[in-house]
Nanobody
Framework: QVQLAESGGGLVRAGGSLRLSCAAS????????MGWFRQAPGKDREFVAG????????RYRDSVKGRFTISRDNAKNTMYLQMNSLNPEDTAVYYC?????????????WGQGTQVTVSS
């Protein structure tokens, strides 16, 4: 049974930082392209960042480039999202997802999500 468990969300002021973690089990994590998505109230879920199995060629949505960094530790079956310079527009539930499909489209498995709230 595949399980993805996010942690690290919370309330932070604008300009602050958070680090999200996604612990995976029951998945061939070491060979899976993984990603982060988010969903704000009243909006569709959107791609935030993705990372290949080797950690190379990470991809980001334009609005988070230069502020967010995705990484992974295959030995720990864990993926991370370092979020800096947060602004209120980053407020959303953040989800771990994988394995991503071609073009970094969302895959079959989702975590339960972790809330990130950025106050102005």
């Amino acid at each position: 049974q595949v399980q993805l468990a996010e942690s690290g969300g919370g309330l932070v002021r604008a300009g602050g930082s958070l680090r999200l973690s996604c612990a995976a089990s029951g998945l061939m994590f070491r060979i899976a392209t993984m990603g982060w998505f988010r969903q704000a109230p009243g909006k569709d879920r959107e791609f935030v960042a993705g990372i290949s199995w080797s950690g190379s060629n990470p991809r980001y949505r334009d609005s988070v480039k230069g502020r967010f960094t995705i990484s992974r530790d295959n030995a720990k079956n864990t993926m991370y999202l370092q979020m800096n310079s947060l602004n209120p527009e980053d407020t959303a539930v953040y989800y771990c997802n994988g394995p991503l499909g071609s073009g970094y489209v969302s895959g079959q498995y989702w975590g339960q999500g972790t809330q990130v709230t950025v106050s102005s």
